[in-house]
C-alpha cells in the first residue's frame, strides 16, 4: 500500500480562508504588557489574520468581546479557516484572569464560546493565554492540572497556558514585555513556515531556558507553559 504524501494535503490544515485574531489585554499595572500587544499585533498581520484589538477590558467586556467576535465570524460571507484568540491580564491563583476591574473571568467560558461558532466547525483555533500573577494578587498555588481548561470544545485547537508546575505563570522581567509573548513572536518570525505546533514546543524550551523573576522581584524562578493540544493535521501559518 502506498504511503500517504506526508507533505500532501490531507496532513495539513488548508488556511486559504480567512483569518481572524482577537487580542484582549489588561495593561494597567502590568509593566511591557503594550509591547507584548505590539508585537503579537504585528505578528497576525504579517500572518494575514485580520485583527482586533481591546485594551483594559473589564471582565465583562472580555466576555463580550469573545461573543461579538464569534458572531461576526458566524455573519461572514465566505470561508474562515483559522482564529487565534490572545487573552492577557492578570491571574489568579485558580488560573482565572482578572479583568480591569479586577472581576474574574473564567477563560475557559471564553474558550466555550466560540465552540458555539459554526463558521469555525473544523478549523484550527489557536488560543494562547498569557496571565501574570503578580502585583497585590500575591502568587497563591499554581492552578492544578486540568483545572484551569476543564472542558472540551468542538474542533482542533492549540492551547498555551502558562504551567501547572512550578510557578504557573510566565511573569514579567522588565519594560520588554513578557518572555512568553516575546518568544513566541521572534520563534514565528524566524519561521513562520513551520508547524505551529513544533513551533511551540521550541517556545516552550526557551522560555524554561530562562529564569524570571517573581513579582517580589528578587526571586529568580522557573516559568514553563503547558501545551494542549487537539489538531489533527499539521498547521503552518505561512505555505
Known amino acids: 500500500s502506498s504511503h500517504?504524501?506526508?507533505s500532501g494535503p490531507s496532513t495539513q490544515y488548508d488556511l486559504?480562508?480567512?483569518?481572524?485574531?482577537?487580542?484582549l489585554a489588561v495593561t494597567q499595572d502590568r509593566p511591557g504588557a503594550l509591547r507584548d500587544v505590539e508585537a503579537l499585533g504585528a505578528l497576525c498581520q504579517a500572518l494575514g489574520f485580520e485583527t482586533t484589538l481591546k485594551t483594559d477590558p473589564t471582565a465583562q467586556v472580555f466576555?463580550?468581546?469573545?461573543?461579538?467576535?464569534?458572531?461576526?465570524?458566524?455573519?461572514?460571507?465566505g470561508p474562515v479557516s483559522c482564529a487565534l484568540v490572545a487573552l492577557m491580564a492578570h491571574?489568579?491563583?485558580?488560573?482565572?484572569?482578572?479583568?480591569?476591574?479586577?472581576?474574574?473571568?473564567?477563560p475557559e467560558a471564553l474558550v466555550q464560546e466560540l465552540s458555539h461558532c459554526g463558521a469555525l466547525r473544523g478549523c484550527p483555533k489557536i488560543f494562547l493565554v498569557q496571565a501574570c500573577r503578580g502585583g497585590k494578587q500575591g502568587l497563591g498555588p499554581p492552578p492544578g492540572p486540568g483545572r484551569v481548561l476543564a472542558c472540551s470544545w468542538e474542533g482542533p485547537s492549540l492551547t498555551l497556558w502558562p504551567s501547572s508546575s512550578g510557578l504557573g505563570c510566565v511573569a514579567y522581567r522588565d519594560e520588554r514585555g513578557s518572555d512568553f509573548i516575546q518568544t513566541l513572536v521572534k520563534v514565528l518570525r524566524a519561521d513562520p513556515r513551520g508547524d505551529l505546533?513544533?513551533?511551540?514546543?521550541?517556545?516552550?524550551?526557551r522560555v524554561c531556558e530562562l529564569d524570571v523573576l517573581g513579582p517580589d522581584g528578587d526571586e529568580r524562578r522557573k516559568a514553563c507553559l503547558e501545551i494542549r493540544s487537539s489538531l489533527r493535521r499539521r498547521l503552518c501559518l505561512q505555505a
Not at 468581546?65 to 460571507?77: C, G, N
Not at 491571574?91 to 473564567?106: H, I, N, T
Not at 505546533?197 to 524550551?205: I, P, Y
Open 4 to 6: 500517504p504524501d506526508p
Open 16 to 23: 486559504s480562508g480567512a483569518r481572524a485574531a482577537l487580542l
Open 63 to 77: 466576555q463580550e468581546e469573545v461573543a461579538r467576535f464569534r458572531e461576526q465570524l458566524d455573519a461572514r460571507r
Open 91 to 106: 491571574g489568579g491563583p485558580k488560573g482565572q484572569l482578572l479583568g480591569a476591574d479586577g472581576q474574574e473571568v473564567r
Open 197 to 205: 505546533l513544533e513551533l511551540m514546543t521550541e517556545v516552550n524550551r
